[in-house]
Nanobody, 119 residues
């Protein structure tokens, strides 16, 4: 049973930084792809960042330079460092894990953590 549990959300002011954490349990940590998504009120869920087991990272162009995803393969953790935060970063942030199953991928989600950026 794969579980992803986010932590670190909260209220920050514009320009400040925040780091989210996600604890991953179950599944094969050595082959998974981990990521972060976010969903603002009234909007669709949006991809934020992805990192492979080997550490290859990808981001949407709109977030490059401000957000950094990282992982600790010993502690089975994935992190999202968010800098120079803006009010439009306000959303529920979800940890995502994709694990190969031999035919494709099984996908799992955390429960989400609220991030609010005040202006």
């Amino acid at each position: 049973q794969v579980q992803l549990v986010e932590s670190g959300g909260g209220l920050v002011q514009a320009g400040e930084s925040l780091r989210l954490s996600c604890a991953v349990s179950g599944g094969s940590f050595s082959t998974n792809v981990l990521g972060w998504y976010r969903q603002a009120p009234g909007k669709q869920r949006e991809w934020v960042a992805t990192i492979t087991f080997g550490g290859t990272t990808t981001y949407p162009d709109s977030l490059k330079g401000r957000f950094t995803i990282s992982r600790d393969n010993v502690k089975n953790m994935v992190y999202l460092q968010m800098n120079s935060m803006k009010p439009e970063d306000t959303a529920v942030y979800y940890c995502n894990g994709r694990f190969p199953n031999g035919r494709g991928w099984n996908e799992y989600w955390g429960q989400g953590t609220q991030v609010t950026v005040s202006s």
